[in-house]
């Protein structure tokens, strides 16, 4: 996502879902958040200013520590969409190419 599309978002607010997970995992910061969650500080960071967004890996790490779910973690930031869109690339394979350029069927 673009930083226009997450800004634009008037509900989306991923400070309060991290708020809520410091506060349920009886943390001081954002800096014992990232050893929690074993992410590098600069994540939670992007994340807190929204240059970067709550990734689907992310939202499992948060679920698996604090034993919230996926939706509850996501109703959280402000996140209530019930379908997602995916592109037309995602989920379709990439064409196969064969190093030599050509293929030989001669023996």
Do not use: F, W
């Amino acid at each position: 996502m673009t930083q226009h599309t997450l800004t634009s978002q008037e509900s989306y607010n991923p400070n309060h879902l991290l708020d809520v997970l410091i506060e349920k995992l009886n943390l001081k910061n954002d800096a014992a958040l990232c050893r929690a969650l074993e992410v590098a500080p600069p994540v939670i960071s992007k994340i807190r200013h929204r240059s970067l967004p709550v990734g689907a890996s992310m939202l499992i790490r948060m679920h698996e520590v604090s034993q919230m779910s996926v939706r509850e973690l996501r109703d959280l930031m402000g996140d209530r969409r019930t379908k997602y869109r995916l592109s037309n690339v995602q989920g379709k394979p990439k064409p196969a190419t064969s190093s030599s350029g050509a293929i030989n069927t001669a023996s």
